[in-house]
């Protein structure tokens, strides 16, 4: 506030010689006793020290005189009252100036102050100045702090002290002060001018939606002190913090103008609180939908559970998004991971269940689940039932006995999602995590659509940079991305970190890096693009093994992954998220096109294959895929014998049931046996024979049989052994050899020459 409010306003009474009738001897009310006709007062016209003044006989024991004018009272504006009197016979009294707030319909306000420092008269004649100041903030020298409810005074004074005395009063000066508190001119509006105590225990509340209505388009200044307040409370004003707030956990503050960390830390006097708080307003008001770090660097003491501070929401569908920022974890030892273990009864009819579960109530939702027998990668409990015991895992478990003891892990996370019920379209962006091997990264909602995690730094997670416990992975999107394990300095076989895992459909993965983790990602569903990653796991450890950089664990996978860069780890897929793994009367393992890669290795043996299929039950083959356009190259190490592998540890492929296979148009350095399907090799017989056997092992993907021969043409003539002319076409079989993976020209005579011959894996369609 400022005192040009004040300016042109006649702020002091009239002189008592313009009449006593103004003058009350009470609080100065209308229709209150004057001192016109009082007989203990009368006007003297030409006092020596005052000029013109009232000669008043004392004749009650607290002697009040008020103005009965009004004196308007505004918030941020300060009124010194002074009051110059002697004492002229009689006894000797007290005298202070004083002021009675009044309401703007004129009523006084009881329980405020009405009176400044006393002062003695101690002789006849002497001139003694009294004075007060008042005005709407406790502020040092301000001796009448009303509240926001006092619209007027009726200023004056009070004698105190034995009756009979007389003394001389002269005029009563108001004048605005306010720029002995204030800069002459402002542009902010303090709190405390509206009566905000700063005390932390007054509920200041009102005082803080007071200043934001009077600000109209000033800032409000929240000054030097701890401000309780008790419900929520929204600044549609600029706002700047001396002092910090108080609030429960239930109410929230929201900054219209300025919603961003730096106003939130400086709110609440902690970056960590205030990142609390100011998600808990994203969730909560529409004038945002986004909240911007600010660049600054948020030490995180805890994993930061947004559900509990947004704190009055369990599901959201609005787009709102946090950016711009740095979380540090430190070490405390809220980020332990918490372990259970217990055994539990599998049935294989419900294989994402686990019934009769021991110590069920300590096992939380979001525990990463591991067993002896039958447990795939990245299962994890999505939600528990205390009253049945029974848990609902995330994925199936498969082949597990009817009991077996389970280990229950459940890792911290920097931004546990976890505690929502369904969260749709949150967005993190330029966020990095860094984590130093004290935190795993982000834990998902359970359920939800389209969660965009983009442009992000996820350094050193403890075991997990994202994990999905449930379905919150639906559509997710993750974008120009930097993975970077803690585990760069250990052997591959040393590793145990995962950049992250899907369950169910539809993710986008794209343009990121991610630097030796175990596996980079395990993706359950279907339905994926994975394009313009790079991702590598290698080590320095002579002729090393090499883990799997993505699992696809969907046996009917309906993705595309295309143009990546594919460093020292190979691309494994599986069928072990489901429940019945043996094929039945589902798709098998179809629907995987992998195009346009850079599939590189380094220091690796020849057994070394970096596309493995492995099937956790009999029965499956290969039901469409496409890998084309692809770089195969290795250096240093040793040469590779093939690129591709069937992992056969839990089951093999029925490799006469392939179909729709289209692997072509690849390249390879130092591969010895290039795969191909179609493949046509030459075929050169010197000695006539009337069958021509041919050994395609090195070309079918993935031990495929040569199931079918497309063409056999002639490269030149054919001639028989007296070199006679051939015109006859012959015929050709497949699956020949204990392998199935030869096949035979047959023809009329014996004959020789040489011929191109095209051989298929899979049937043509």
């Known amino acids: 506030m400022n005192k040009a409010i004040t300016e042109g306003l006649v702020l002091s009474p009239p002189a008592f010689a313009a009449g006593l009738n103004v003058w009350s001897r009470q609080d100065g009310l209308a229709g209150s006793d004057t001192y016109a006709g009082s007989g203990n007062a009368a006007i003297v016209a030409a006092d020596q020290d005052f000029g013109s003044c009232v000669e008043m006989a004392k004749t009650d024991g607290t002697q009040k005189v008020r103005w009965m004018g009004n004196t308007p009272i505004y918030p941020g504006c300060y009124y010194r009252v002074t009051v110059r009197i002697k004492a002229v016979s009689g006894n000797l009294p007290r005298v202070r100036a004083a002021a009675t707030a009044v309401r703007a319909d004129g009523s006084v306000i009881s329980g405020l102050g009405s009176s400044g420092p006393e002062t003695g008269l101690t002789a006849y004649g002497r001139v003694e100045t009294v004075s007060l100041i008042l005005g709407t903030g406790e502020r040092g020298g301000v001796d009448l702090a009303w509240d926001a409810s006092a619209a007027y005074a009726h200023v004056g004074l009070d004698l105190l002290g034995p009756k009979g005395g007389v003394v001389r009063i002269d005029d009563i000066e108001v004048e605005d002060v306010t720029g002995a508190f204030l800069r002459d001119m402002l ?8 009566g905000a105590k700063g005390d932390g225990t007054t509920d200041d509340t009102a005082a803080f939606a007071a200043a934001d209505a009077d600000a109209q388009g000033r800032s409000v200044l929240v000054s030097k002190g701890v401000f309780r307040l008790d419900d929520h409370v929204t600044f549609n004003s600029p706002v700047r913090f001396e002092g910090r707030v108080v609030m429960p956990r239930s109410k929230r503050l929201s900054l219209v103008k300025n919603f961003e960390l730096n106003s939130y830390a400086a709110a609440f006097g902690n970056e960590e609180e205030g990142l609390r708080r100011g998600i808990q307003a994203l969730f909560n008001f529409t004038d945002h939908d986004t909240f911007d770090l600010k660049g600054r660097r948020v030490e995180l003491s805890e994993p930061l559970d947004v559900q509990a501070a947004v704190y ?55 525990s990463h689940v591991s067993g002896p027998k039958g447990v ?50 949150f967005t993190l962006q330029d966020i990095e995590f860094l984590m130093a091997d004290r935190s795993s990264g982000i834990l998902l909602p359970p359920a939800g659509l389209i969660f965009h995690v983009k442009d992000c730094y ?49 993710t986008k993965i794209r343009n990121n890096r991610a630097v030796k983790f175990k596996h980079w990602a395990v993706m359950g569903g279907s339905g994926h693009i ?10 320095n450890d002579t002729l090393g093994q090499r883990t799997a950089g993505i699992v696809f664990a969907e046996a009917q996978a309906k993705t595309v992954f295309s143009a990546n860069y594919v460093d020292n780890c190979y691309l494994e897929w599986t069928n072990e998220h489901d429940g019945a793994p043996d094929f039945l009367s589902e798709f098998s393992f179809g629907g995987l096109q992998i195009v346009g890669n850079i599939i590189f290795s380094s220091n690796v043996p020849s057994s070394y294959c970096p596309l493995h299929i492995k099937p956790f039950g009999k029965d499956h083959w290969i039901n469409g895929m496409t890998v084309t356009g692809n770089n195969f190259k290795t250096i240093r190490g040793q040469s590779l014998d093939r690129v591709d592998f069937v992992d056969t540890t839990h089951a093999d492929l029925d490799y006469g049931r392939f179909t729709d296979v289209n692997v072509h148009s690849n390249t390879f350095q130092a591969v010895a046996k290039q795969f191909q399907n179609p493949i046509t090799v030459p075929v050169q017989v010197n000695t006539p024979s009337s069958t021509w056997e041919v050994d395609l092992s090195a070309y079918m993907p993935f031990r495929g049989e040569a199931k079918v021969v497309t063409a056999v043409m002639p490269d030149g003539q054919v001639r028989k052994g007296d070199n006679g002319k051939v015109w006859t076409m012959p015929y050709a079989t497949g699956r020949i050899g204990g392998s199935r993976q030869s096949v035979r020209i047959n023809w009329s005579d014996s004959v020789k020459g040489r011929v191109f011959v095209t051989a298929r894996c899979d049937a043509p369609t």
Not at 325 to 353: H, K, M, W, Y
Not at 460 to 482: E, F, V
Not at 530 to 539: S, V
Request: net charge negative; hydrophobic share 35%.
């Open 187 to 194: 542009d902010w509006v303090d709190v405390r001018d509206y």
């Open 458 to 506: 996820f350094t050193g997670p403890k075991d997990r940079g994202i994990t999905s416990h449930a379905a919150g992975c639906q559509g997710m999107l993750i974008d120009r991305c930097q993975f970077l394990s803690s585990e760069q300095q250990k052997d591959v076989a040393e590793r145990h970190t995962i950049g992250f895992n899907v369950n169910t459909n539809d």
């Open 376 to 425: 795939g990668r990245e299962v994890y409990v999505a939600a528990k039932n205390v009253s049945t015991q029974t848990l609902t895992l995330n994925v199936a478990v498969w082949g597990a006995p009817a009991r077996q003891t389970y280990t229950f892990d459940r890792f911290k996370y920097a931004l546990d999602f976890s505690g929502f019920d369904q969260l749709l379209r």
């Open 312 to 366: 009055d929401k369990t599901t959201y569908a609005n787009q709102r998004s946090i950016r711009n920022g740095q979380l540090d974890i430190r070490d405390t030892p809220a980020f332990d991971t918490t372990r259970v273990t217990g055994s539990c009864d599998f049935d294989p009819a419900n294989p994402r269940e686990l019934t009769n579960v021991a110590n069920i109530a300590s096992i939380a939702v979001g």
């Open 530 to 539: 994975i394009t313009g990653n790079h991702f590598f796991q290698g080590d």
